[in-house]
């Protein structure tokens, strides 16, 4: 039965109009993306499919750190003396390397309350974990403490100036354990036109080690060309999702890696430590060796203001909560 159940949801999930009516649902969330369409020239309801292939040819605006002569402005940028030595230089590395780290950004108060609210959150049935059985979704609109450390300042300040525009939350991911997600870009998540205008903050909660499935990331991975639908097989056509296009989608981000060119590095911190990664930045969840073992950590993802954001692989606009 519980195969059956799968497989017709999972049928379900390939069929376009399916997400026209979820999107019909949703109407009030879909204001940002109504607007950006029209900013961007495009003439297209959002409750439409809306992947890369609909947008215009011309890449439009570039984030200002992507562009080649972006340590030349860097170095002459006004702002860069005023940051304290260790987030100068890196800045300074950001657009060869894609990440930063900040340490001891949250104290232990600000940790512990952010794992007391979510292990009550999680507890009183307010908020559950996803499909995947490890990720819970959008805590920050049930959490004031998950929704403090998202928006803080520490991290909104550093963002904003790598990004060029301001940034805003537009989801947290908190985990228990570890997500042993295959490495991939958020970009084929959370789309962006133009490109490149998302960002992640990775909170850790608790001490992280090369045992407990630490995040992985590819530094440099970032300036590889964005791996979208049209780069690889998807297997969707115009009135289906391919059924099996995420699978498709990571073996062919592995073969990227298969090259050997990216060096994996695993991000061990401690309580409050910070990595923020760039929109097309490869990374993933290492095996834990214990199966199940605590990790708790947050991520968080933000866009640009003023960009349009969508789902490249459902090919859905995001639904955006405006008043959070
Ligand atoms: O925390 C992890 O293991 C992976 C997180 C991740 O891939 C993401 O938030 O995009």
Not at 11 to 30: D, G, M, P, Q
Not at 40 to 62: E, F, Q
Not at 233 to 258: C, K, M, P, W
Request: proline residues 6%; aromatic residues 10%.
């Amino acid at each position: 039965m519980r195969k059956w159940l799968d497989r017709y949801y999972g049928r379900l999930r390939t069929i376009k109009a399916n997400y026209v009516l979820l999107n019909l649902l949703n109407l009030r969330r879909l204001g940002h993306a109504r607007r950006m369409l029209r900013r961007y020239g495009l003439t297209r309801s959002p409750l439409l499919p809306l992947s890369s292939a609909h947008m215009p040819k011309a890449p439009g605006d570039i984030p200002w750190l992507d562009r080649p002569d972006a340590r030349q402005r860097l170095q002459a940028d006004p702002r860069l003396p005023a940051l304290p030595a260790t987030l100068r230089q890196a800045v300074l590395d950001w657009p060869d390397k894609g990440y930063l780290i900040l340490r001891g950004v949250f104290s232990a108060q600000e940790v512990d309350r952010v794992n007391r609210e979510l292990q009550q959150l999680i507890d009183s049935g307010a908020v559950d974990f996803n499909f995947t059985g490890r990720k819970v979704m959008f805590a920050f609109r049930k959490s004031p403490a998950i929704k403090a450390m998202a928006s803080d300042r520490r991290i909104l300040d550093v963002l904003d100036l790598l990004l060029g525009r301001p940034m805003h939350v537009f989801q947290t991911i908190n985990f228990l354990t570890g997500s042993e997600q295959a490495p991939h870009s958020d970009s084929i998540h959370m789309t962006t036109y133009p490109l490149g205008y998302l960002a992640a903050a990775w909170v850790a909660l608790e001490p992280i080690t090369a045992d407990n499935g630490p995040l992985v990331y590819h530094p440099g991975s970032h300036q590889l060309p964005y791996l979208l639908n049209e780069g690889f097989a998807h297997g969707g056509g115009r009135f289906t999702i391919g059924a099996d296009a995420y699978a498709r989608y990571e073996e062919a981000v592995q073969r990227s890696l298969d090259s050997g060119r990216f060096t994996p590095h695993e991000f061990h911190a401690q309580p409050g430590d910070v990595l923020i990664w760039h929109a097309n930045l490869l990374h993933g969840g290492k095996k834990m060796a214990t199966p199940n073992a605590s990790r708790r950590s947050m991520a968080v993802h933000y866009f640009a203001e003023d960009v349009l954001c969508y789902h490249e692989l459902t090919q859905r606009a995001a639904l955006i909560d405006e008043d959070h």
